[in-house]
């Protein structure tokens, strides 16, 4: 078998799996919708998982401390595990108070929330980024890959894009029934490793060459030891926090490692096809990366109290803008792109501000009118019996109806 065909069925077998995954973690995080959860998500050894949403109550001010904690019990009834714990819940109807008992370092604390229903939107605001930034981070990897496999570059971007996607989409699985418990922290611990420091030693320019395999060992080494803590400490609560922590922390310091790097490369290389590198990959790093890498770093520094579900939302942006560096040769064009985005962003900007302006300028003039009080005034707005224009006072309390927008929006 030639090596094109190796390439080929590797790539087929590598895409199934994940394709595979996503779509078992998909069928299984769906049960979760229309039932009664506590607000927040435990995970197989009990710990409290740093996710939230603005309206769950693990987001409210005063219980911001129950992340990486774990529930020993529910109404001081003890419980052995997360399945019991879920179970438990359910009994009671959405809106019940129910008081947890939380342990970490020894000390214990107790902390009364209500109880919700977790519904369609949950759903697609916690779950939905966790399964396409998984999917974008994976599926990426392994194109860039099979176009161009004999690229240093590719092999990092393969690399991290397989670990970060196990990490992103077994997330889905984590709470329940966390068959892929041991797969998640596996791809969390590894993901640095390839998708940032890897790739921060070979990529825009490859600056090993002969030392190459050796330093490349030493953030697979990190990894393999994370890895090998976290699978041996994993039901341990304590241990499995600190770890967790340390994941976090080494994901923001990758992500430094590679700003620093490729910041270097552009300011010391005289090639202008690697300074083209640079610019496409700090156009992803800023729009991909810098939310998620501050998000995990912020969590790690606090000890978990920073909610990391945010991170998926804009993610699969830096894998692509890598993969595009590394198999695109001509990227001169990116200087017009770059200014071409820049240009619309701004017109937006200034269309969206000028349209706020004069819908309040609306609403402060015409509201207090006599004219636009009376029955004939919203006739002018109903040409062929059609509305072509509608209250906004569903957008804006102050609008007493008086004030209008298209029918459109």
């Given at each position: 078998?030639?090596?094109?065909?190796?390439?080929?069925?590797?790539?087929?077998?590598?895409?199934?799996?994940?394709?595979?995954?996503?779509?078992?973690?998909?069928?299984?995080?769906?049960?979760?919708?229309?039932?009664?959860?506590?607000?927040?998500?435990?995970?197989?050894?009990?710990?409290?998982?740093?996710?939230?949403?603005?309206?769950?109550?693990?987001?409210?001010?005063?219980?911001?401390?129950?992340?990486?904690?774990?529930?020993?019990?529910?109404?001081?009834?003890?419980?052995?595990?997360?399945?019991?714990?879920?179970?438990?819940?359910?009994?009671?109807?959405?809106?019940?108070?129910?008081?947890?008992?939380?342990?970490?370092?020894?000390?214990?604390?107790?902390?009364?929330?209500?109880?919700?229903?977790?519904?369609?939107?949950?759903?697609?605001?916690?779950?939905?980024?966790?399964?396409?930034?998984?999917?974008?981070?994976?599926?990426?990897?392994?194109?860039?890959?099979?176009?161009?496999?004999?690229?240093?570059?590719?092999?990092?971007?393969?690399?991290?894009?397989?670990?970060?996607?196990?990490?992103?989409?077994?997330?889905?699985?984590?709470?329940?029934?966390?068959?892929?418990?041991?797969?998640?922290?596996?791809?969390?611990?590894?993901?640095?490793?390839?998708?940032?420091?890897h790739l921060a030693l070979v990529f825009p320019t490859d600056r090993l060459r002969r030392f190459r395999t050796p330093l490349l060992l030493l953030p697979y080494a990190v990894a393999l030891l994370l890895v090998l803590a976290y699978e041996?400490?994993?039901?341990?609560?304590?241990?499995?926090?600190?770890?967790?922590?340390?994941?976090?922390?080494?994901?923001?310091?990758?992500?430094?490692?590679?700003?620093?790097?490729?910041?270097?490369?552009?300011?010391?290389?005289?090639?202008?096809?690697?300074?083209?590198?640079?610019?496409?990959?700090?156009?992803?790093?800023?729009?991909?990366?810098?939310?998620?890498?501050?998000?995990?770093?912020?969590?790690?520094?606090?000890?978990?109290?920073?909610?990391?579900?945010?991170?998926?939302?804009?993610?699969?942006?830096?894998?692509?803008?890598?993969?595009?560096?590394?198999?695109?040769?001509?990227?001169?064009?990116?200087?017009?792109?770059?200014?071409?985005?820049?240009?619309?962003?701004?017109?937006?900007?200034?269309?969206?501000?000028?349209?706020?302006?004069?819908?309040?300028?609306?609403?402060?003039?015409?509201?207090?009118?006599?004219?636009?009080?009376?029955?004939?005034?919203?006739?002018?707005?109903?040409?062929?019996?059609?509305?072509?224009?509608?209250?906004?006072?569903?957008?804006?309390?102050?609008?007493?109806?008086?004030?209008?927008l298209p029918a459109s929006l």
């Amino acid at each position: 078998m030639d090596h094109s065909h190796w390439r080929t069925l590797v790539a087929a077998l590598l895409t199934s799996v994940v394709l595979g995954l996503a779509l078992t973690c998909t069928i299984t995080s769906t049960r979760w919708v229309d039932t009664s959860f506590p607000g927040f998500f435990i995970l197989a050894n009990r710990v409290v998982a740093s996710v939230s949403l603005p309206h769950w109550s693990s987001a409210q001010a005063q219980s911001h401390s129950i992340y990486q904690r774990a529930v020993i019990a529910i109404n001081d009834r003890p419980i052995r595990d997360s399945q019991e714990f879920y179970a438990t819940v359910r009994q009671f109807p959405p809106g019940t108070q129910i008081t947890y008992t939380l342990e970490k370092d020894g000390i214990t604390s107790h902390v009364t929330l209500p109880s919700q229903r977790f519904t369609r939107e949950d759903y697609v605001l916690l779950f939905v980024p966790y399964l396409l930034s998984g999917l974008a981070l994976a599926l990426i990897g392994i194109a860039v890959w099979f176009v161009s496999p004999h690229t240093p570059a590719s092999k990092a971007l393969l690399s991290g894009g397989l670990a970060g996607g196990l990490f992103a989409i077994t997330g889905a699985d984590l709470y329940s029934p966390s068959w892929f418990f041991r797969l998640h922290v596996l791809g969390e611990a590894a993901f640095p490793a390839g998708m940032l420091i890897h790739l921060a030693l070979v990529f825009p320019t490859d600056r090993l060459r002969r030392f190459r395999t050796p330093l490349l060992l030493l953030p697979y080494a990190v990894a393999l030891l994370l890895v090998l803590a976290y699978e041996w400490y994993l039901y341990l609560p304590s241990a499995y926090s600190m770890i967790h922590n340390l994941c976090m922390v080494h994901v923001g310091l990758g992500g430094l490692i590679l700003f620093g790097a490729v910041a270097w490369d552009y300011f010391t290389t005289h090639s202008h096809l690697i300074r083209q590198r640079v610019r496409v990959l700090l156009l992803g790093f800023l729009g991909g990366y810098t939310l998620p890498g501050s998000v995990m770093l912020a969590s790690g520094l606090t000890g978990g109290e920073v909610a990391v579900n945010y991170a998926g939302f804009t993610v699969f942006l830096f894998p692509l803008s890598i993969g595009y560096a590394i198999v695109k040769h001509d990227l001169f064009e990116i200087d017009a792109l770059l200014k071409r985005g820049v240009f619309y962003l701004t017109l937006t900007a200034t269309l969206t501000l000028a349209y706020i302006v004069l819908l309040a300028a609306l609403n402060w003039t015409l509201q207090p009118s006599t004219f636009t009080q009376s029955a004939i005034f919203p006739l002018f707005f109903y040409p062929r019996g059609r509305p072509l224009f509608k209250s906004i006072e569903r957008l804006s309390p102050a609008c007493s109806g008086s004030c209008l927008l298209p029918a459109s929006l």
